[in-house]
């Protein structure tokens, strides 16, 4: 089963070599990663190309370097949140810079444990996810991924899967790391979501979840992917050396010259 793009030409160009430009422009100046951290996963945002691209693709340009098998891509519906969380069953996902294939080595120990039995078409329109696919190819054309959708994003979810992908990816041959999709506040004047978003950056880089919930639930911060950022957090409590770091934090407004609503990005890096 082939999942072809839903969204290039809207979210993000619809021709490759628009895209390439776009990210080695992005790319010309970045920081060289360091060779001695190596990922556990990264926080990635979702919106259009035009507004987040550049903090997306300056979060996988940071791990570039690592030769990296497979990505689980967690992210959120934006249509339904009546499940836990459940994994795209699509065997090959078809973007403009080529075709990113299943883990199904990872789907088959995970697939058991998610809810699948839900319309297809929350997994086939959904952007949080296919949005990533043409940096993911730009970076890692050899890497497969395993998309697992988050529909109630609360910490007794995020936790269960965290504690699952723990024991799968600890108990693999494969070099695995977990992208999570996500977008910061939205729609506030610059400055609120500014100091609304550092709530957000403060807890991540604690790799405190609990304090990062009760900031959520209190709306003193927010983040329409809080159950993929949460997983990686409790994710994160299974190594003793585990760190997070910024790699970018921007907004919409900063680009679109608009500071009366805008939504906050964030790309940061978890590695020992």
Known sequence: MIRNPMHAGTFYPRFEQQI???????????????????????????AGYMYSGECATLGLHSISHENID?????????QANY????????QEYVNPLGTLDLDVELYNKIAPEADQNIPLILHQEEHSMEIQLPILNYFFPKAKILPIMFGNQIPAVA??????????????????????????????????????????VKDVTALDPEHLWQDIIHSDCEACGIGGILCLLYYAQHYTNAKMKVIQYTHSGKIS????????????????
């Not at 776009?22 to 990264?42: D, F, H, K, M, Y």
């Not at 996500?182 to 957000?200: K, N, P, Q, V």
Request: proline share 4%.
């Open 70 to 78: 497979c990505f689980i891509i967690l992210h959120p519906s934006h």
């Open 20 to 46: 390439k430009r776009q990210i080695e422009g992005w790319i010309s100046n970045a920081v060289t990663p360091l060779s001695s951290e190596r990922a556990l996963g990264v926080i990635l945002p979702h």
């Open 83 to 90: 499940f836990d969380f459940s994994v795209s069953p699509y």
């Open 257 to 272: 010259g608009n500071d009366s609503q805008v939504v906050g990005y964030l790309s940061a890096k978890l590695y020992i």
């Open 159 to 200: 936790k269960r899967l965290a504690d699952i992908l723990y024991e799968t990816i600890y108990s693999s041959t494969k070099r695995i790391v977990i992208l999570c999709s996500s977008d910061l506040s939205h729609y506030h004047r610059a400055r609120t979501a500014e100091e609304m978003d550092g709530i957000l």
